[in-house]
């Protein structure tokens, strides 16, 4: 042990040392301060393993169920410490076993670092045990790829790899190596990345366009700011609070930009998009001037392009040059970090009221607490709904808790009422829309944020696509709170059956097993509500639970979430029920 | 409107970088037409030339997405009245034919082509230009029999001059 001490001192210095490939792995990622990783062994990243054992006060490995599970558990983590999460896995199934996860981080840019075992370099195409091309088939889905075939290589890929994930618009990177190049030895010496010389992460700002954009902006009748993650992963939520602020202008957010901005805040609107608020959908239609922050335009925001916004000059404040024009035509495009451009822009900006203009979000708005909210959070009917768990996890938390949702129906339930003070709040599957996301992205988001309370809510269809994690939440004793909202259904799949299939149930509904059974089996305490009198104390009781707690929640089988906008239709089109 | 377009692409010779560029176009379902891959003036450096049919949107915003990708320095499109561009054809002919055929000898002669090899079974002959070109060879000798017909991808320079100069000199340096 002593010996192990005095030679990871000697790594800060980044003295040469002669070491294998699978130590320089290890060494490789202290140095760039990850502290735990996700994975899951096999025969081609035994190596690696072998020193993850020795280094295992430095370096924390959480042996998840299922390959699917250490990803999306780095994506989890890296969302709620916007640090870079890291994914280890062998060649093979293990690795094909990881792409959900590296294409659910390309589309939502997670930053992640993913490693993959790889079989010997003279074996390579030969169909050998276990041999899969995965630099080909998570080519369409990484940031970055690269495959290692020499000891000596694995500093500079990793450098490389750490960079690319977390510079300019993040995203999942893969390295692969393979086995003989962990075997090997030499010597070891770190330099971090700093510069790629064929990349450039963050266009260069154009104080002209700045200036263009804040002209457009001071002369709006009816100005509108949608934002999106892109404040977020830019740390630019002061600033944009400072200029909603400034200039007074009503304010909306995409599903992952979510609690960049606090819910409660007198201009913040709601969501936009297919579930997103009335207000905000249709006022989109009725602005002036649209102001794009950090967001790009999703088909799921905007609905039918031909009919989006097309009264309202667009300004599209933007990291990703490929984003300008893409989707939606721009009138003035604001290159750069979005922090960085907002503070150019901040001072050229006019103070502002535009009253009358958000009288009109607050008349919608309160059509649609009539219509919807109201019938949500707090029924009159017998079943439980969806709307009112989340109330109830609002007022328990006071909106301080981590939220991670999966994909269905309480999705959009939690993202349309969850409450958020803080940001990096709100963590689901925005882009993939993957089913089995949230039981393991909470794990790594607990884990990331432990201090915080984080609450996965997941629907009974997504819970079962991983519900394998109880067993690293068993293992490891992280203390998330799961929260199933059953109702039978592939809830989400049968609204849209019910609604534009003429209600043909085919194959959406689920003969759930006894999911406190299955709780219990993990040892993780465990309490089934199914009336509306029991849901309080049970979710006191979840909240004050210093360890693992299971709760489900029956609620009503065939409700439907409201506003909506069809697929294919204008955000015009947002229909109330 | 469709029409050809010539996307010229520079970039670090690395491995994989040939997928991750096709498949830009694949998940959009752009046919290429053409595809020639070399190493440019400067070392580590390669030039990607790929024609292929769309239209102007489309041709923007997959230059977008190629540029975006680590590896690559600079992305270009250009139409074909930008540029000048040229593919060579090469046409396997049996041997006999050349002494038979007087004909063949005008052919070649008259479409500025040329013998490449002369063997005891075949000869080559290289012909160099457009499509239309190569094609009206192909037509004028098809006559006679073609053991063997080949054609490359093209290369192209623009017409206008391009800052890539500039930025692969200042690339040089880095
Ligand atoms: C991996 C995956 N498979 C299929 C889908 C399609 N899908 C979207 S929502 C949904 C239903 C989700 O049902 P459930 O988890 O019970 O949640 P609910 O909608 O009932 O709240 C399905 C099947 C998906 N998003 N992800």
């Known amino acids: 042990m002593e010996t192990l001490k005095e030679r990871l001192v000697e790594t800060a210095t980044t003295a040469k040392m002669k070491v294998s490939g699978a130590e320089a792995v290890i060494r490789c990622l202290l140095e760039e301060g990850a502290d735990l990783i996700y994975g899951y062994p096999g025969g081609a990243i035994m190596p690696v393993y072998d020193e993850l054992y020795k280094f295992r006060d430095k370096l924390h490995h959480v042996l998840t169920r299922h390959e699917q599970g250490a990803a999306h558990a780095a994506q989890g983590y890296a969302r709620a410490t916007g640090k870079v999460g890291v994914a280890i896995a062998t060649s093979g199934p293990g690795a094909t076993n990881l792409i959900t996860g590296i294409a659910d981080a390309q589309i939502d840019s997670t930053p992640m670092v993913c490693i993959t075992g790889q079989v010997a370099r003279h074996l390579l195409g030969t169909d050998a045990f276990q041999e899969t091309d995965i630099i080909g088939i998570s080519t369409p889905v990484t940031k970055w790829s690269y495959q290692v075939t020499r000891a000596s290589e694995i500093p500079t890929a990793l450098a490389k790899a750490f960079y690319i994930a977390r510079s300019g618009r993040p995203g999942p990177v893969l390295i692969d190596i393979t086995k003989n190049a962990q075997f090997e030895e030499f010597d070891f010496s770190y330099k971090k990345c700093t510069a790629i010389r064929s990349y450039k992460p963050k266009p260069e700002i154009n104080p002209a366009r700045i200036e263009e954009a804040a002209a457009l902006i001071n002369s709006a009748k009816k100005p509108f700011i949608i934002f999106g993650q892109g404040i977020i992963l830019g740390k630019a939520e002061t600033e944009l609070k400072a200029l909603i602020e400034k200039s007074g202008i009503p304010s909306a957010s995409t599903v992952l930009g979510l609690s960049a901005l606090p819910t409660e805040h007198p201009l913040h609107t709601g969501m936009v998009g297919m579930h997103g608020n009335y207000a905000p959908n249709l006022l989109t239609n009725e602005c002036d001037v649209l102001i794009a922050l950090g967001m790009r335009f999703d088909d799921r925001v905007t609905g039918d392009l031909s009919t989006y916004a097309k ?62 909210i109201k019938n949500d959070l707090f029924p009159e009917k017998e079943k439980l709904t969806m709307g009112e768990v989340i109330e109830k996890i609002n007022k328990r938390t006071g909106g301080d808790a981590i939220v991670v949702s999966d994909v269905g129906q309480h999705q959009m339930i939690a993202c349309r009422y969850a409450k958020f003070n803080r940001t990096k709040s709100n963590i689901t ?18 884990m990331g944020a432990p ?78 509500v199914t009336k509306r009198e029991e849901l309080d104390e049970a979710v006191n009781e979840m909240i004050a639970s210093e360890e693992a707690y299971f709760l489900e929640v029956c609620v009503e089988k065939e409700d439907n979430v409201f506003p909506m906008v069809p697929s294919g239709a204008s955000v015009s089109d947002c229909r109330l029920e | 409107m469709n029409e050809s377009y010539t996307v010229s692409v520079y970039s670090e010779n690395n491995i994989g970088l040939l997928n991750r560029i096709s498949a830009i176009f694949l998940k959009r379902h752009i046919n290429i037409e053409s595809l020639t891959v070399s190493e440019c003036e400067i070392e580590n450096v390669s030039r990607f030339v790929i024609v292929a049919d769309m239209d102007e949107d489309q041709v923007r915003k997959i230059v977008g997405q190629i540029e975006k990708q680590i590896e690559v320095i600079k992305a270009y499109y250009h139409t074909d009245e930008e540029t000048i561009y040229q593919e060579t054809a090469l046409f396997k002919i049996k041997s006999s034919l050349l002494f ?25 002959i290289e012909k160099t230009g457009r499509r239309h070109e190569t094609d009206a060879l192909y037509d004028e000798l098809a006559p006679f029999g073609i053991m063997q017909f080949v054609r490359s991808g093209r290369i192209a320079v623009s017409k206008t001059e391009m800052n890539i100069s500039a930025l692969l000199k200042e690339f040089q340096n880095a």
Not at chain 1, 327 to 346: C, M, P, Q, Y
Not at chain 1, 354 to 366: P, V
Not at chain 1, 453 to 475: C, K, R, S
Not at chain 2, 113 to 121: G, Q
């Open chain 2, 100 to 124: 038979d055929e007087r004909q063949i000898q005008n052919i070649i002669k008259q479409s500025n082509a040329n013998i490449v090899t002369v063997a005891r079974e075949f000869f080559v």
């Open chain 1, 429 to 446: 599957s925005g882009g993939l829309g993957t089913m089995g996301y949230a039981l393991p992205a909470a794990i790594g988001a607990k």
């Open chain 1, 311 to 372: 009264q309202a000059r667009v300004v599209h404040f933007e990291i990703d040059p490929a984003e300008i024009d893409k989707n939606v035509k721009t009138d003035v495009a604001v290159l750069g970090d979005v922090r960085e451009t907002l503070e150019h822009l901040l001072p050229l900006i006019n103070d502002n009221k535009h009253e009358a203009w958000h009288r009109e979000f607050k008349d919608k708005q309160a059509i649609e607490y009539d219509k919807v």
């Open chain 1, 451 to 528: 201090k915080r309370e984080v609450v996965a809510i997941i629907g009974d269809g997504g819970y079962q696509m991983t519900i394998q994690e109880l067993g690293t939440i068993f293992q490891t004793r992280v203390p998330v709170k799961i929260v199933v909202l059953n109702n039978d259904f592939l809830g989400m799949v049968r609204q849209w059956q019910q609604l534009f299939f003429d209600k043909r149930y085919a194959s959406t509904e689920l003969i759930n097993p006894d999911f406190i059974t299955i709780a219990k089996g993990y040892h993780i305490p465990a309490r089934r």
